[in-house]
């Protein structure tokens, strides 16, 4: 079991950060394809899919080196082994990694031993193919086990599967702690895909979409929110961006422009999970150090 640790002060930034931005680049392609009754795999849907492998993440990495941005890859683990060349550049670029299971499973629909499985697979193909030992991990709809299986299981020094909450926030259980970095709804699936049904069979594929201008509206009133409200109180903009989603070239162009007005503002800085990790636990520790911390509670 895990509880949450509540901190005795104000949360804060470093010095000069107002508003921290997190642009998480989902590299998934293919994986988590509409499968239909009858076993197959809809070629239309695979096919939008498999364009993040082949283009899109592509194009994402190019925008983020335009602006000199560093973000943070959440990988699938099969994806990682079709296109092991794109996360080679992005770590080459300097941006960090987290392990998203290994074909996008749904672990809330997975029993604990399965899911644990799962989450080994991953890193150990993180460890094997780009020599990298993941500090971070998002999983796909979290179950009630990940937290407690990546707290027993693993060394992870942050999560960022949850929703529910602006800001960081720590987690402790089975003798050790995480950093929960919560993401948020207004990532670009919830406003670049307009859902509809019965069709298409899948909400998640971009067969119909809002246009780039109602994503840019969208983006923009979130940023200027926050914006105003990081004056006097801490505040975290997640952004999460799918290389098959925004890394079509409209969308990625909006991406583009929304990165160069957020830079025209002072504070406004672009970060990685395992800096604002590290910025979090900086301040947590003029409180009390962790292990202190634990020994106490």
């Not at 697979?121 to 179950?143: I, N, Q």
């Not at 299981?153 to 929703?163: C, K, N, T, V």
């Not at 998640?204 to 926050?226: E, G, V, Y």
Request: hydrophobic share 35%; proline share 6%; glycine share 6%.
């Amino acid at each position: 079991m895990w509880t949450e640790v509540r901190p005795q002060q104000t949360a804060r930034w470093p010095d000069g950060v107002r508003l921290p931005i997190i642009i998480s680049v989902h590299h998934q392609s293919e994986e988590a394809a509409y499968v239909f009754d009858d076993g197959q795999v809809d070629p239309f849907d695979y096919g939008e899919r498999q364009y993040g492998g082949r283009r899109g993440a592509w194009r994402l990495l190019e925008i983020l080196s335009k602006h000199n941005v560093r973000g943070t890859w959440i990988v699938c683990g099969a994806t990682l082994e079709k296109y092991p060349q794109i996360s080679r550049e992005a770590k080459a670029a300097g941006h960090s990694f987290a392990g998203h299971t290994y074909e996008h499973e749904m672990m809330c629909n997975y029993p604990a031993k399965e899911e644990l499985r799962l989450i080994r697979k991953t890193v150990s193909v993180f460890e094997d193919l780009l020599g990298e030992h993941l500090k971070g991990w998002r999983t796909c709809f979290a179950s009630h086990n990940t937290i407690d299986l990546l707290l027993e299981h693993f060394e992870f020094e942050w999560d960022a599967s949850m929703w529910n909450d602006d800001l960081p926030y720590v987690i402790e259980g089975h003798g050790r702690r995480i950093l929960e970095i919560p993401f948020s709804t207004y990532s670009d699936a919830a406003i670049a895909v307009l859902i509809t049904k019965p069709f298409p069979p899948s909400p998640f594929c971009t067969w119909s979409t809002n246009t780039p201008r109602f994503i840019w509206n969208t983006l923009k009133a979130q940023f200027d929110a926050l914006y105003q409200r990081g004056e006097t109180k801490p505040v975290l903009m997640p952004l999460t961006v799918h290389d098959f989603i925004v890394g079509r070239p409209s969308r990625c162009k909006i991406l583009d422009d929304f990165i160069a007005y957020a830079k025209q503002f002072e504070g406004v800085v672009f970060t990685t999970h395992d800096e604002a990790s590290a910025w979090w636990w900086k301040n947590y520790a003029r409180e009390q150090t962790p292990s202190t911390a634990l020994e106490n509670s």
